[in-house]
């Protein structure tokens, strides 16, 4: 199995600027101790309003989904945002497709290791690996993210976050 880039791996400046983008801050917890906010548990991040928590092994790719429904949902859920991000089944894909876009902003990271590291921490697509379902597959959640703002035409993240109630 893969070992898949953890917080402590990379250039942490870039990926909080990249948050303070989106209106997030981070907050980093004590190896070994249960974060806050976190739906999963072990070294999953939090999400506690627009507080993302997370621990030196947390996954980037645990960062970034976070992240990503943090901007993806709506003005009411975040202003109530404690753990559990709610959203449907075409919100959540597009947190996966946004959250494979805004890899290419954290240096030495990137889509292509991003999707090989959701790949190896076990998310699933219905053909079979991350990037067959973004090359392939994904077309309803990049429109998803369009029709919100969220992405450009060209597929360029436009760096806002969702304010709509839809």
Not at 54 to 77: N, Y
Not at 97 to 118: C, S
Request: proline residues 5%; hydrophobic residues 40%; contains cysteine.
């Amino acid at each position: 199995m893969t070992r898949v880039r953890r917080f402590s791996d990379t250039d942490q400046a870039p990926l909080v600027q990249l948050l303070q983008r989106f209106g997030l801050r981070m907050e980093l917890g004590p190896p070994d101790q249960p974060i806050p906010g976190s739906f999963w548990g072990d070294e999953e991040a939090g999400l506690a309003g627009n507080t993302l928590v997370l621990r030196p092994d947390t996954p980037l790719h645990s960062v970034l989904h976070e992240a990503c429904h943090f901007i993806c949902m709506d003005q009411d859920r975040r202003l109530s945002l404690d753990t559990n991000a709610g959203g449907d089944y075409d919100e959540e894909n597009a947190v996966c497709y946004l959250q494979i876009l805004l890899a290419d902003e954290i240096p030495g990271f990137g889509r292509v290791r991003m999707m090989a590291d959701m790949d190896a921490w076990g998310y699933t697509f219905r053909l079979g690996s991350a990037r067959a379902w973004f090359e392939q597959d994904a077309e309803d959640a990049r429109e998803w993210l369009i029709a919100r703002g969220l992405v450009t035409e060209t597929g360029k993240p436009t760096f806002t976050i969702r304010s709509e109630r839809q």
